[in-house]
């Protein structure tokens, strides 16, 4: 390819609900101003709240409603020049149809760190030994997955971080004196949510007035919101569901915990949480850490260690001038590391690379 010609993108999720990758690299496609390279925005499944929220924001997105057919149709007509691939099983199928996509540079976005000795990650792994010269690369969003990819694949892997809109725009929480814990992630098994309430039961115990608020899709069942009225949590936790608006509920919060357990790359919910001045309190896996620094802008623990877990929190609710120290380093990493505009000029800059 030349750089003198406009690169077209085919940005395919695999879903059509809205994932920390979905609102991510959506928003990146979105803010592209490079007129030598155009997105568009596409999920291999049906309309949902993914295709929703894309048109709320001007955008044009395709549902492919898990057609090969149509997914071949659009290739051949619109004659994309990449395909970027959000999802593991979606990639698998577009390099068994490799003989279908001629000239098509496919690259896998991977946007977890697949080290885990659950049945997906070993198969990713497997797969990715034999099959990923199939593809012309990979993009991840943590070193963590770049350095689990480079023992797999000899492809190149670009680490380009997550970005977050311009924060001088976001308003400041009014006041500091709240014993609100906010976590917006979707309910799985990954996300640690059955340990959380445990530390949640440690933290009301020793601070009574604190309140917790669960952000997320509901992909358990209802197994969580049982489990908070097994515990006697109903009047200290409030499942609130999936939130297309959340700026306020973090404005209103004092402190930000992701439970998660394993699985993460670079999650943009600490970012998120991060521009509105919260200490965030999570595990050290995967990449968090690379967002987190312990004592900082934020705690972190051993993976499963309830009581520490527990223990950070209350630290934060009991000493809300360490909370605020914290989180007002958080903001400013995010305004030196995090923008929204770095994420795009990078993900340009490696697709107008490309021969």
Known sequence: MSNLKKINILVLFSSSDIGGAERSLSRMALSNKDNSISYQLATFSNNGAWSKWILSKTGNPICLNHSFWKLVKYVYTEK??????????LSVLLRLIKGFLPKIHLVQGVRWNPSSNNMLDKTFRFVERLFGFLLYGYIVNSDSTRRSLSKLVKKNVALIYNGIDDIQQVNLKKSNNKNIIITVANLSARKGYEDYLKAIAIVVDKVPESRFLFLGKDNLNGKIQQLIIDNNLENSVQYLGFQE???QLL???AVFVLPSLYGEGCPTSILEAFSFSLPVVAYKIDGIPELVTHGVDGLLFDAGDVNALAEGIISLLL?????????TSGRQKVKDYFLLNDMVKKHNDYFLELK
């Open 80 to 89: 994309p020049d990449v395909i970027y691939i959000i999802g593991f099983r």
């Open 245 to 247: 608006k959340i700026d």
């Open 251 to 253: 404005e209103d919060s």
């Open 319 to 327: 000493d809300p001038e360490k909370s605020i120290k914290m989180g």
